[in-house]
């Protein structure tokens, strides 16, 4: 079965360094996402991106993030200058559709990032 | 804006007994309810998905789960449990309005005693 896929899957990274963060999300999707869960809280919508640009971006996407396809595979979360409250696991997911909708959201295995 | 309650923090249940999980939701239209499974170390694998049309729906590893609109509730049952059901569970909304994005749960952690 089709699977998305992260890249790495734990990244340390010193606080006020940039990091990306990579997925490959299945094939025949056209619906991007990025989640993120703070240990011991719920998993959280950060950003959604279809058609090359951002659909819905929630209060925690600010400035200090940004996402791209920079390719037909690969779908990445940046975060600029990174802070302590980043240290989170960052998942991915992607969709085949949205319209009509049952098509559900399928998930990576996430990127646990720890900041230090 | 959606959002979703899991009363339960945390199960314990013995193997071969019976498990219900607990999930209310709030939106105000029809939801698309999902139950998610994240056992420890890897992702969210989906169990089971409603949209629409009969209330009661299937899932994978022998979960089902029912929505009951009149109680705002999207519980998750198996009759049986095994031991590789220890998990964590997650109740997930999604609205049509908001790009389908999810509102999940907090979570409930699932303990299997032998």
């Known amino acids: 079965e089709p699977e998305v896929t992260q890249t790495p899957s734990h990244q340390v990274t010193q606080m006020g360094q940039e990091v990306i963060l990579r997925c490959v999300p299945i094939?025949?999707?056209?619906?991007f996402y990025w989640y993120r869960q703070i240990l011991g809280q719920k998993v959280e919508f950060l950003v959604s991106?279809?058609?090359?640009?951002?659909?819905?971006k929630s209060e925690i996407f600010d400035d200090q993030f940004s996402v791209e396809r920079p390719d037909g595979s690969n779908f990445t979360l940046k975060i600029r200058s990174t802070k302590l409250e980043d240290s989170a696991m960052y998942f991915c997911?992607?969709?085949?559709?949205?319209?009509?909708?049952?098509?559900?959201?399928?998930f990576g295995d996430g990127t646990r990032l720890s900041i230090l | 804006a959606q959002s979703v309650t899991q009363p339960d923090i945390h199960i314990t249940v013995s193997e071969g007994a019976s498990l219900e999980l607990r999930c209310n939701y709030s939106?105000?239209?029809?939801?698309?309810l999902f139950w998610y499974v994240q056992s420890p170390g890897q992702g969210l694998q989906l169990l089971l998905k409603?949209?629409?049309?009969?209330?009661l729906v299937q899932g994978i590893k022998g979960f089902e789960a029912e929505f009951k609109r009149s109680q705002s509730s999207f519980n998750l049952r198996k009759p049986s449990v095994h031991w590789s059901d220890a998990a964590e569970y997650f109740c997930?909304?999604?609205?049509?309005?908001?790009?389908?994005?999810?509102?999940f749960g907090a979570g409930t952690t699932v303990t299997v005693r032998a």
């Open positions: 997911a992607s969709s085949e559709s949205k319209t009509g909708a049952n098509q559900p959201q399928h």
């Open positions: 094939s025949n999707h056209l619906y």
């Open positions: 991106f279809y058609n090359n640009e951002i659909s819905e």
């Open positions: 939106y105000g239209a029809t939801p698309y």
């Open positions: 409603y949209f629409s049309g009969d209330t």
């Open positions: 997930a909304v999604g609205a049509r309005s908001n790009d389908y994005k999810l509102s």
